[in-house]
């Protein structure tokens, strides 16, 4: 059984840092693109970004480049999203999904970590 | 970036009924559009990705179409579990962009 468990969420001020985990099982980790969507409370879905297989490419949208990092172990089964320079518009939960072959839509979600910026 | 309106925002159906909900594209994406059901407080589900493919395990009585600038997603014999909100997700080209989101109500 496919399983995201996400985890690292919590309330840090504006200008703070966070870093998210994404643990998968059930599959091989290293065979797919895998993605972070976010939303925000009361709010529609956002893509965040996503990685390659192995690494070699990353996406980002606009809101988030040069604050967020996405990275992967594929030897530890684990996602990550390394947050910095938080802003209270980035409060959300933060969803890890598996993408569907090399298409950047996603089959499999996480039950999502909530990020709260606030001071 | 491709901006993704789904019609009506809100919709209120009778368990039984069959329902429609629309998604327009700002411009072509092929048939590169998803569809996914979220209940309150719960993670998305995928349903549909390609247009008209259906993920493992959903049921057939969800059903998509379309190519181009303009989807469907058409849910049939509406039971108490498929009342939540309905997105689609174009993903032809970067970054991905979701609709703002359908709520199936209970009438």
């Known amino acids: 059984e496919v399983q995201l468990v996400e985890s690292g969420g919590g309330l840090v001020q504006p200008g703070g840092s966070l870093r998210l985990s994404c643990a998968a099982s059930?599959?091989?980790?290293?065979?797919?693109?895998m993605s972070w969507v976010r939303q925000a409370p009361g709010k529609g879905l956002e893509w965040v970004a996503n990685i390659k297989e192995d690494g070699s490419e990353k996406y980002y949208v606009d809101s988030v480049k040069g604050r967020f990092t996405i990275s992967r172990d594929n030897a530890e089964n684990s996602l990550y999203l390394q947050m910095n320079s938080l802003r209270v518009e980035d409060t959300a939960v933060y969803y890890c999904a598996r993408d569907v072959g090399v298409a950047t839509t996603s089959d499999y979600w996480g039950q999502g970590t909530l990020v709260t910026v606030s001071s | 970036d491709i901006q993704m309106t789904q019609s009506p925002s809100s919709l209120s159906a009778s368990v039984g009924d069959r329902v429609t909900i629309t998604c327009r594209a700002s411009q072509g994406i092929s048939n590169h559009l998803a569809w996914f059901q979220q209940k309150p407080g719960k993670a998305p589900k995928s349903l549909i990705y390609?247009?008209?493919s259906l993920h493992s395990g959903v049921p057939s009585k969800f059903s998509g179409s379309g190519s181009g600038t303009d989807f469907t997603l058409t849910i049939s014999s509406l039971q108490p579990e498929d009342f939540a909100t309905y997105y689609c997700?174009?993903?032809?080209?970067?970054?991905?962009?979701f609709g703002q989101g359908t709520r199936l109500e209970i009438k």
């Open positions: 997700q174009q993903y032809n080209s970067y970054p991905p962009t």
């Open positions: 390609a247009a008209s």
């Open positions: 059930g599959f091989t980790l290293s065979s797919y693109w």
